[in-house]
């Protein structure tokens, strides 16, 4: 079995500060909603200080995750308008986003206009399947699982509203 890269530590008080801060400013979008989801993008400090630089550059605007990854870590799969925020390579708090639009298929039902929003590789669908084939086979085997494209994925569109510079 391969081995996993390094896990990225989250730093909860950054993403507690970080979170207060927006809610003070945006009460009435944050009404009722609880401390909301926290983590980084992919599965090593690397990966996550590659992919934020993709959002903060603004070319990255949508995500796609693993129903079943949220199902091992007792997450609730997101919803349309909830809050999350996203780390850094070293765990740190960088922006919270919010869910804009979502939808549940196999990897093989991505289209174009997703695989551009993803921002990643050269941004088509060819270059988005054999990039989240290679990681989802990567990270299923650290689990001690098996890559199995029918798997649901939930592919996420969202924009970045927090910190103000760095807003949509």
């Known amino acids: 079995m391969p081995e ?7 730093d909860r008080a950054s993403a507690e500060g970080m979170w207060n801060a927006y809610r003070e400013r945006h009460a009435a979008d944050t009404e009722g909603e609880g401390f909301p989801y ?17 959002v903060l550059a603004g070319t990255k605007r949508a995500t796609a995750s693993l129903v079943r990854d949220f199902r091992d870590d007792g997450e609730a799969l997101p919803r ?31 289209d174009d206009a997703f695989a551009w929003d993803e921002g990643e590789g050269d941004r088509t669908r ?4 054999a990039g989240h084939s290679r990681y989802w086979s990567r990270t299923e085997a650290a689990k ?6 029918s ?18």
């Open 4 to 10: 996993s890269p390094p896990a990225v530590p989250i």
């Open 38 to 54: 926290v983590d980084v993008f992919g599965d090593s400090p690397s990966l996550a200080e590659e992919l934020l630089g993709l």
């Open 80 to 110: 349309i308008g909830e809050h999350w925020i996203v780390c850094d390579g070293s765990g740190q708090a960088a922006l919270v986003v919010r869910t804009m639009e979502l939808r549940l298929g196999p990897a093989e039902s991505v």
């Open 126 to 129: 060819d270059d988005w399947l």
């Open 144 to 149: 001690g699982r098996v890559w199995d494209p």
């Open 151 to 168: 798997a649901d994925v939930v592919f996420e569109r969202f924009r970045v509203v927090w910190p103000p510079e760095h807003a949509d």
